[in-house]
């Protein structure tokens, strides 16, 4: 079973590039997340989506945007990369109230 | 405002050496507390799910357990490969996600 799948898995930009990172689930959950994690600090929610067509901001919103495209997929976009979204990011997803399942990480750094 | 707090932040044990790792918590109306163990470079890896003060979960060495305002994870005769880091996270009544803790970074040598 793959679970919760993201790409890429690392990824270098300069200061103003924009990219998107990819988050695909095959568990037919409902509710979808994206989580950075810094050291010391913890993993933090930046958006998550409760159903499909749903999107809302969690923790750390400023600079990112979200699609959530269908059940299956839920994308994490930095319009212009900045220092300080360098960090590991997780896609995580959930059915109801239950335990997360999370992604293998996509490692970025924002030179 | 709701919070997750773990201690200590690192533990190191010798091989066989039991211990507990502690996660205190403030949130009105808990809907579950969760414990997760992640390895370098991987995602956060469930362990368990534990909903209300009483209640004991057990996997292999691990046992965790919930208070009202607590929850420990009592690691017993631990092995190397119990290396990682612990985190706990909460889920409450408003919550949308799981608010996680720093964590608990363990070693074990053998």
């Known amino acids: 079973n793959a679970g919760v799948t993201q790409t890429p898995k690392f990824q270098v930009l300069k200061t103003g590039q924009s990219m998107t990172l990819q988050c695909a689930q095959d568990?037919?959950?409902?509710?979808m997340y994206w989580y950075r994690q810094d050291p010391g600090m913890g993993l933090r929610l930046i958006y998550y989506?409760?159903?499909?067509?749903?999107?809302d901001k969690g923790e750390v919103p400023n600079g990112y945007n979200v699609s959530r495209l269908n059940k299956r997929e839920f994308s994490l976009r930095l319009e212009s990369a900045a220092p300080s979204q360098t960090s590991v990011y997780f896609c995580?997803?959930?059915?109801?109230?239950?335990?997360?399942?999370f992604g293998e990480g996509s490692r970025l750094t924002v030179l | 405002e709701d919070q997750v707090t773990q201690s200590p932040e690192a533990l190191r044990l010798q091989e066989g050496e039991s211990s507990s790792l502690n996660c205190s918590y403030t949130?009105?109306?808990?809907?579950?507390l969760f414990w997760y163990r992640q390895d370098p470079g991987k995602g956060p890896e469930f362990l368990f799910t534990?909903?209300?003060a009483g209640e004991e979960k057990e996997k292999e060495r691990l046992k965790a357990t919930l208070t009202k305002k607590e929850s420990f994870l009592h690691i017993t005769a631990p092995k190397p490969e119990d290396s990682a880091t612990y985190l706990c996270?909460?889920?409450?009544?408003?919550?949308?996600?799981?608010?996680f803790g720093k964590g608990t970074k363990l070693s074990v040598k053998p």
């Open positions: 996270a909460v889920l409450g009544p408003r919550q949308g996600n799981l608010i």
């Open positions: 568990m037919n959950h409902n509710s």
């Open positions: 989506s409760a159903s499909e067509g749903t999107t």
């Open positions: 995580a997803s959930r059915r109801l109230a239950r335990e997360l399942f």
């Open positions: 534990l909903y209300s």
């Open positions: 949130v009105s109306g808990l809907r579950g």
